[in-house]
């Protein structure tokens, strides 16, 4: 039987009025990777915080190596060897490689020096035990996010790590930077180093962990081994329920009206001469590898970013769109892939938050109708199932999934003809999907247009009515949704075939 490395029992926390934790439970075998999860709001954050010291449990003890430990700050638990890897990335864009892996444990020489030579040789060697493929000497912000992963993983072998939790790691990667993370963790695995891993993607559970704990509304559902589960039983454990695996473009609600049409759309670096046509009722999908240029295509749509080439056309009349002003003038609405950077303001409540897209119609001689604001709110966000159920919270402190239904809440207060949505269930847990599945499908039966940029191909397969596949800034291929297969789309995406 593998020794325990970390113990948690009992573990409750309480944020005022929300019971966050209650009562739960968690091991991790030194030499394992045990994956973490739940729906958005079963508390897996809120259990990774108090275990990496940000912030302390109501009750319940915590043990490392058999010993209680009291892990009160980051830096504590740092100490200790618990070292987590954020979503987000706690790097220093302009600094190097070397530098961001020893910030904070910079190496001095003995005439009191910052030995940066040093540095990089020893950076260096933690970068070729991983089979990175860059120096130490570059400057963080050139790399890719899955390059920028590994420098986090490096600077947590600086530390010597016992436990490192990767959350949600996969989020931006493309399938071969996937497989050289997973290649990463099993050889870590295999130096008898423990990880905690949180993720959405299931295939990803089965795939590359050991074993499985599950928490649902802040308590301890239970434990298993991986090789004993089945993805149905997962998801019944997460939301007792099941999960419909319905193919949700079986039917379709466009018609023959283009509501949008761009003609040799290029900015010269990350796409190049780029048609596509949006229907009026139509889900049109854009899909293809990190790095493809759909993002930098409908950011240039929208007038956040520019271009050298091309026409837009809005029912058939060109349009000139330099900002993401001119684009909501034009009915044109994005809901970005970060929602904490560019979807929401932290210090903001949901009722602000919300309404930010569209003040001017909860006016009243120009003044704010509060209560007129709160109601149109309401309505929105509880068709949308947003939890807790309670928009005087600042929507920074909800789980990811309901910020992201915050974030879609602000889009459907502005009342777009055309919906723009870049990664919309990116770390959404799977009944969260499911509700955005059904209010993109009712939206497009109201004879709204949406755009959706997904990574996922099974999102990409249920829901779009024509599949716009893109490689390397270029569209290599238009696919009907009902009829394309993965093997369809992956083949245009790496460039293998162009239609």
Same mark, same amino acid.
């Given at each position: 039987?593998?020794?325990?490395?970390?113990?948690?029992?009992?573990?409750?926390?309480?944020?005022?009025?929300?019971?966050?934790?209650?009562?739960?439970?968690?091991?991790?075998?030194?030499?394992?990777?045990?994956?973490?999860?739940?729906?958005?709001?079963?508390?897996?954050?809120?259990?990774?915080?108090?275990?990496? @010291?940000?912030?302390? +449990?109501?009750? &319940?003890?915590?043990?490392?190596?058999?010993?209680?430990?009291? $892990?009160?700050?980051?830096?504590?638990?740092?100490?200790?060897?618990?070292?987590?890897?954020? +979503?987000?990335?706690?790097?220093?864009?302009?600094?190097?490689?070397?530098?961001?892996?020893?910030?904070?444990?910079?190496?001095?020489?003995?005439?009191?020096?910052?030995?940066?030579?040093?540095?990089?040789?020893?950076?260096?060697?933690?970068?070729?035990?991983?089979?990175?493929?860059?120096?130490?000497?570059?400057?963080?912000?050139?790399?890719?996010?899955?390059?920028?992963?590994?420098?986090?993983?490096?600077?947590? $072998?600086?530390?010597?790590?016992?436990?490192?939790?990767?959350?949600?790691?996969?989020?931006?990667?493309?399938?071969?930077?996937?497989?050289?993370?997973?290649?990463?963790?099993?050889?870590?695995?295999?130096?008898?180093?423990?990880?905690?891993?949180? !993720?959405?993607?299931?295939?990803?559970?089965?795939?590359?962990? #050991?074993?499985?704990?599950?928490?649902?509304? *802040?308590?301890?559902?239970?434990?298993?081994?991986?090789?004993?589960?089945?993805?149905? &039983?997962? /998801? %019944?454990?997460?939301?007792?329920?099941?999960?419909?695996?319905?193919?949700?473009?079986?039917?379709?609600?466009?018609?023959?009206? /283009? =509501?949008?049409?761009?003609?040799?759309?290029?900015?010269?670096?990350?796409?190049?001469?780029?048609?596509?046509?949006?229907?009026?009722?139509?889900?049109?999908?854009? !899909?293809? $590898? =990190?790095?493809? *240029?759909?993002?930098?295509?409908?950011?240039?749509?929208?007038?956040?970013?520019?271009?050298?080439?091309?026409?837009?056309?809005?029912?058939?009349? %060109?349009?000139?769109?330099?900002?993401?002003?001119?684009?909501?003038?034009?009915? /044109?609405?994005?809901?970005?892939?970060?929602?904490?950077?560019? @979807?929401?303001?932290?210090?903001?409540?949901?009722?602000?938050?919300?309404?930010?897209?569209?003040? %001017?119609?909860?006016?009243?001689?120009?003044?704010?109708?509060?209560?007129?604001?709160?109601?149109?709110? #309401?309505?929105?966000?509880?068709?949308?199932?947003?939890?807790?159920?309670?928009?005087? $919270?600042?929507?920074?402190?909800?789980?990811?999934?309901? +910020? +992201?239904?915050?974030?879609?809440?602000?889009?459907?207060?502005?009342?777009?003809?055309?919906?723009?949505?870049?990664?919309?269930?990116?770390?959404?847990?799977?009944?969260?999907?499911?509700?955005?599945?059904?209010?993109?499908?009712?939206?497009?039966?109201?004879?709204? !247009?949406?755009?959706? /940029?997904?990574?996922?191909?099974?999102?990409?397969?249920?829901?779009?009515?024509?599949?716009?596949?893109?490689?390397?800034?270029?569209?290599? @291929?238009?696919?009907?949704?009902?009829?394309?297969?993965?093997? #369809?789309?992956?083949?245009?995406?790496?460039? @293998?075939?162009?239609?």
């Amino acid at each position: 039987m593998q020794e325990d490395v970390l113990e948690i029992s009992g573990v409750s926390k309480r944020f005022g009025g929300i019971q966050a934790l209650d009562n739960v439970h968690f091991s991790l075998a030194r030499g394992e990777i045990h994956a973490l999860l739940g729906e958005n709001g079963a508390g897996k954050s809120t259990l990774m915080n108090i275990v990496s @010291g940000i912030y302390p +449990q109501d009750s &319940g003890s915590i043990a490392l190596n058999g010993e209680t430990v009291d $892990l009160r700050t980051p830096l504590s638990a740092k100490r200790r060897g618990i070292i987590k890897v954020h +979503q987000e990335l706690q790097l220093v864009p302009e600094m190097s490689v070397a530098q961001n892996i020893f910030l904070g444990n910079e190496l001095v020489s003995r005439f009191g020096r910052v030995d940066f030579e040093t540095m990089v040789a020893r950076a260096d060697e933690m970068l070729k035990s991983l089979e990175a493929e860059f120096s130490a000497r570059i400057v963080t912000r050139r790399l890719s996010t899955a390059q920028m992963q590994m420098v986090e993983i490096a600077k947590a $072998l600086l530390n010597r790590f016992t436990v490192l939790i990767l959350d949600e790691p996969t989020a931006s990667l493309t399938m071969r930077e996937t497989e050289q993370l997973f290649k990463t963790m099993r050889s870590l695995r295999a130096n008898g180093k423990s990880i905690i891993y949180i !993720s959405h993607r299931l295939d990803e559970i089965f795939e590359v962990c #050991d074993r499985v704990t599950v928490l649902r509304d *802040g308590k301890y559902v239970g434990a298993a081994d991986v090789a004993a589960m089945t993805k149905d &039983g997962l /998801i %019944r454990m997460m939301t007792q329920r099941d999960i419909s695996h319905e193919r949700f473009n079986a039917t379709s609600n466009a018609t023959d009206e /283009i =509501v949008l049409s761009a003609k040799g759309y290029s900015d010269g670096r990350h796409f190049h001469d780029v048609d596509f046509d949006l229907h009026r009722g139509e889900i049109l999908g854009f !899909s293809g $590898l =990190v790095g493809a *240029g759909r993002t930098e295509l409908m950011r240039a749509v929208i007038g956040v970013d520019g271009k050298v080439a091309g026409e837009l056309f809005v029912h058939g009349v %060109r349009v000139t769109i330099n900002s993401p002003k001119d684009a909501k003038r034009a009915g /044109i609405m994005l809901v970005p892939e970060d929602r904490k950077l560019q @979807g929401f303001v932290a210090g903001m409540t949901n009722y602000q938050n919300v309404s930010l897209s569209n003040l %001017r119609k909860f006016a009243k001689c120009r003044l704010l109708d509060f209560r007129k604001r709160d109601r149109a709110v #309401d309505g929105i966000t509880r068709a949308l199932n947003v939890q807790p159920d309670d928009n005087i $919270l600042q929507t920074s402190r909800l789980s990811g999934g309901n +910020q +992201q239904k915050v974030v879609l809440s602000k889009a459907v207060n502005a009342a777009p003809e055309i919906l723009i949505l870049d990664e919309p269930t990116r770390g959404i847990d799977v009944n969260a999907k499911n509700e955005i599945y059904l209010l993109m499908k009712k939206l497009a039966s109201e004879g709204k !247009s949406i755009i959706m /940029i997904s990574s996922e191909l099974p999102e990409i397969l249920s829901l779009s009515d024509r599949i716009v596949v893109m490689y390397e800034g270029r569209v290599t @291929g238009v696919l009907h949704g009902s009829d394309a297969t993965e093997e #369809d789309v992956i083949r245009r995406a790496i460039g @293998g075939e162009t239609t």
